[in-house]
């Protein structure tokens, strides 16, 4: 006996030994202690060893990361901009803000940067997810080796959840298919709730809790702004309520204040009449007041606006009346979004927590959006389609504007003034309009300052590493097995406490579209290969002209210092080729049109070879990225039905929404098609009798006209064989029908293409669909030199949106 307990013992303290060795976090997950095997027969005799369990660090604290979405330098009070922000102000006079803080100039390349901790091209994206290329650096798929933030972080025992914008899942991976590696949940977060693409409709989102679609409530008054606060809200306050002392890491990335524009009346109404001055004026008000609160230097002069912005003097009193509007609700939209900020952060308050948790509120994940044009737009479709707005037309929705009959943007000049005191915005990476943004750290445990203003340069890579050294975690160098690229990014931590400390991260390249710069010690050399609004570069990759500037004695990029400073622009440039090389950035693609065609660049493509698909009922939300393209094609749909006795109703199959689209449906028993160009015109071909019950097929033909993009044709409607119905469709859409909406089987989800039959389950079909075919012919015509010179334009919009 006495033999028998001895070895228990022993084998009980060397397992405590093993359970009490330091973890290993550089390898993630943290292997399991191995512990010796028992030789004890009877339980009773035996002492189980302690339990494994991985937590954080003693005192590692909370994380909330806030990124909004398309906001520039001026765009929060705090730095100086007209809109009232004071969430962030808040924040900003409780921590520090930065007035040196980098992004990449677009979406997804800044959203991957800031949670990965390495440069955008690392993460293989060197723009935006739907442009993507078969070159490393540019294929729109996150590597393995550049594991994100919040997977360290899941690994090291804290509790994870990301609600809002994504746009990092590869454009052909974001299906039901998959895969779903670079899906939110597999990328660090146990929760996601919110839309894996560049945008979507506030009004009539198309989400995903987790990798599940979900349906929209039937409630006019929803707001996807709302609901995703809500849902963080209940989540931090369930995490607290269950594990009090088990951190968490919060990602809260609304899609605001990207288009379209979408916020209730009550929000538009308190800002009526306050930008009547115009954004000339604006841009003035704007840097006296950064000057005043010392987030520029006292001698800043405003860099020239582009050419390309109009005076406002210049503009007619319609425009000014539109243009003032188109703001108003942009106003009305950033500060809504401060304030579902404010509620999250409430409810951190609320659990007793505040003082443990460091938020990061980055405002802006580049420069503010030019992407609304001369003239705005009232749908952002139009734009991509092609299609003109006449203001004399969008002034008749004037008093709609940001409801949910509109899909909105507002003129580039506002754009420009709200990435004051620079001279350009979104997209242009080698200017600080397009890359410099407002952000603001609290962290009342760790920051003992309030209000204080860090000049050092920093970039969003920089994030990621900062949460690690705040949580006491070393960076990891295995991660799910994979052996990890070290972070390019620098911790911010030593700025926290010393305002004066020398700068750290000294030297970083950009590089956007053509759009390149070189960022060492102070000095600043670029080029602006192409403005966001012209069609093509401005010259060959090889023959861009290069600028150099002092940033410490040029704050907005005024003075170039190129034929004064010839060698030093010469070592910059031979710099940004080595970090060009090094973070594959190489070779640069200003590439247009072929980028679009995923063909051309060699992108996967579902779809790719195949001119059918058949579907069937329940087969709903997949995108255009992951449907078979039917636009400036002749195409056939074949859908066998049941028709119950009670008689049939509902949407067969559908693609797009309100703002374009088509469906082919049943309304009160008579089947239908309608083709909805951009929400301007609507045709409809319908039969005349009901569908009697039993089995019945409809087919739809439409006859391409040919000859180039958007044309119209002739549609033609058949049931069991028989021709109900024939009209010709005048125009179709081009490019898009939706950022956002999807084609579905058996409903129409989200926004109605046909208004009488409305959406969600209003719409659902009544019988049985058990297959649905789509096919299309190819027009055998060459395409003409103005339709590949529309398809590069659209490219190049849809860069700019995202």
Known sequence: MTSILSLALGTACAATAAAQTPMDRTTLPI???????????DVRNATAPPRFEVKAPEGAPNVILILIDDLGFAGTSAYGGPISTPTFDRLASQGLIFNNFHTTAVSSPTRAAIKSGRNHHVNNMGAIIETGTAFPGNTGQIPNEVAPVAEMLRLNGYSTAAFGKWHETAAWEASVSGPFDRWPTHQGFDKFYGFLGGETNQWKPFIYDGV????????????????????????????????????????????????????????????????????????EEILARQIKLGIVPKGTK????????????????????????????????????????????????????????????????????????????????????????????????????????T???????????????????????????????????????????????????????????????????????????????????????????????????????????????????????????????????RSSVAD???????????????????????????????????????????????????RVNAELVQRPDLMAGRTSITLAEGMTGMTENVFLNIKNKSKTITAEIEVPKSGAHGTVIVQGGRFGGWSLYVKDGVPAYDYNFLGLNRTTVSGTE??????????????????????????TLYVNDKKVGERRIERTQPMIFSADETADVGIDLATPVVESMGSEAKSKFTGRIPSVTVEVKEMKKPEKAEDKKARAEYVQKKAMSD
Do not use: C
């Open 212 to 283: 599940h679609q979900v349906e929209l409530p039937d409630d006019p008054n929803y707001h996807f702004l709302t609901d995703m606060t809500d849902q963080s809200v209940a989540w931090v306050k369930y995490q607290k309520a269950l594990t009090p002392d088990r951190p968490f890491f919060v990602y809260y990335a609304p899609g605001a204040v990207h288009a379209p524009h979408h916020v209730p009346q009550a929000w538009i109404d308190r800002w009526k009449g306050k930008f009547d001055q115009g954004w000339d004026k604006m841009r």
């Open 407 to 537: 899909y909105p943007h507002m003129a580039a000049g506002w754009a420009v003034a709200l990435d004051t005191p620079y001279q350009w915005t979104k997209q242009v990476a080698s200017d600080h309009g397009g890359t410099k943004v407002g952000m603001a750290v609290y962290w009342p445990k760790g920051i003992k300052g309030k209000g204080e203003l860090r000049t050092q340069f920093h970039h969003i890579i920089d994030v990621a590493p900062t949460i690690l050294e705040a949580a006491g975690l070393p960076e990891p160098k295995v991660v799910n097995g994979t052996p990890q690229r070290p972070m390019d990014g620098v911790s911010m931590v030593y700025s926290f406490n010393d305002a004066k400390a020398k700068d750290r991260h000294t030297t970083q390249y950009f590089e956007m579209f053509g759009n390149r710069a070189m960022y060492h010690e102070g000095w600043f050399a670029r080029t602006i290969h192409k403005a966001p609004w012209e069609p093509k570069p």
């Open 31 to 41: 292997p399991e202690p191995k512990f010796p095997q028992s030789t004890v027969l």
């Open 690 to 715: 009901k569908l009697k019950p039993g089995k019945s097929t409809i087919r739809f033909e439409f006859a391409y006209d040919g000859g180039g993009l958007g044309k119209g044709g002739n549609g």
């Open 544 to 594: 861009s002209v290069w600028e150099l500037y002092d940033t410490k004695a040029d704050f907005s990029l005024i003075n170039n210092l190129a034929d004064k400073h010839p060698q030093k622009l010469a070592e910059l440039q031979a710099l940004f080729l080595q970090e060009a090389e090094k973070n594959h950035a190489l070779p640069i693609d200003d590439r247009v049109f072929e």
């Open 302 to 405: 405003l860099a020239p606006k582009p050419e390309a912005i109009p005076d406002w003097d210049s503009l007619s009193a319609d425009q000014k009346r539109l243009f003032a509007r188109q703001f108003e609700v942009f106003a009305a939209f950033l500060e809504m979004t401060d304030h579902e900020v404010g509620r999250l952060l409430q409810a951190v308050k609320d659990t007793g927590q505040g003082d443990n948790t460091m938020v990061f509120y980055v405002a802006g994940d580049n420069g503010t959006s030019a992407e609304g044009g001369a003239n705005g737009m009232f749908s952002e479709m139009t734009y991509f389609n092609g299609v003109q707005e006449k203001v004399e037309d969008m002034l008749k929705l004037i008093d709609k504007w940001g409801g949910p009959e």
